[in-house]
């Protein structure tokens, strides 16, 4: 194993294997923990219909639930938010991902006149189109910022999907779905989190849904492994620490080297990982 994996693997906190039972209980308690620590009354997290959103939905939806019985209270609450652009062609799968998460609340918030408005202005403004990929930017912070004006309405803090697999190769949206307050997935490649889903008894469909950021309007539903060059087993084997083809290796060290600025706060002048 390389000097850089091994850096790669200690930064993201990826163990080789994981009891699931153990990861469900300490990312739970984390969820319950932060938000007594906040003095908030609960969490906001979009939902896609894809494992990510899914597992770290359902997560909070026990966390709350637990702290509500804990306190004797109805305080502690979970919005889950569907954020369409439009009509989004897998909507049934999103559906079936909120009746396994059951979460205390459900809201759906159309970005369409949002984004479409901020592509006019920009073209209006500047006398030149944005690119479909830069739209597709445009949606994920759109996104996040719903996202952030129901939490503020409701005094709640906003929850990231991102996780191992997601964050090797900065396939996130710098200040989109990048932003935000808590991340319990943080540690999990991509097939551990399946194997957390399937210890929170999830139906197949959505834990071996193929996984697509669908930004873009020229390529909807563009798998990720597609646009990433690499397979999610690839990353995940790498992230374990396990031998590999030298092709892949250097894909997945390319995309981390190249995005190092996603996985960090804003520069000053006393920061030196840039250098």
Not at 68 to 89: C, H, I, S, W
Not at 132 to 160: I, P, S, W
């Amino acid at each position: 194993m390389s000097e850089l994996q091994q850096e790669i693997i200690k930064a993201l906190r990826v163990k080789p294997s994981i009891d699931p039972k153990e990861e469900i209980r300490s990312r739970i308690q984390l969820l319950k923990d932060y938000l007594k620590k906040s003095g908030l009354n609960g969490y906001v997290l979009g939902i896609s219909g894809g494992q990510d959103s899914s597992l770290a939905g359902r997560l909070i939806q026990l966390a709350m639930e637990e702290l509500n019985k804990e306190e004797g209270t109805d305080k502690y609450t979970f919005y889950a938010m569907r954020l369409p652009y439009g009509v989004q062609g897998d909507e049934e799968d999103a559906q079936k991902a909120l009746d396994f998460i059951q979460p205390y609340h459900r809201i759906t918030y159309n970005i369409k006149n949002a984004v479409d408005a901020s592509f006019n202005q920009f073209q209006k403004s500047i006398g030149e189109e944005l690119s479909d990929f830069v739209k597709g930017n445009t949606k994920a912070r759109e996104r996040m910022k719903a996202q952030y004006d129901v939490g503020a309405h409701y005094g709640c803090l906003v929850v990231g999907t991102d996780h191992a697999a997601e964050a090797v190769t900065g396939f996130f949206t710098k200040f989109g779905d990048g932003a935000c307050d808590i991340t319990p997935l943080f540690g999990l490649n991509k097939r551990q989190g399946k194997a957390l889903l399937k210890e929170l008894g999830a139906e197949e469909g959505i834990y071996e849904k193929v996984p697509t950021a669908d930004l873009e309007d020229n390529r909807p539903g563009l798998p990720d492994e597609v646009a990433l060059g690499v397979t999610y087993e690839q990353i995940d084997d790498y992230l374990e620490g396990k031998e590999m083809e030298d092709s892949a290796r250097k894909t997945i060290e390319g995309h981390y080297l190249k995005t190092e600025h996603k996985r960090q706060l804003p520069v000053t002048l006393y920061d030196r990982w840039w250098r």
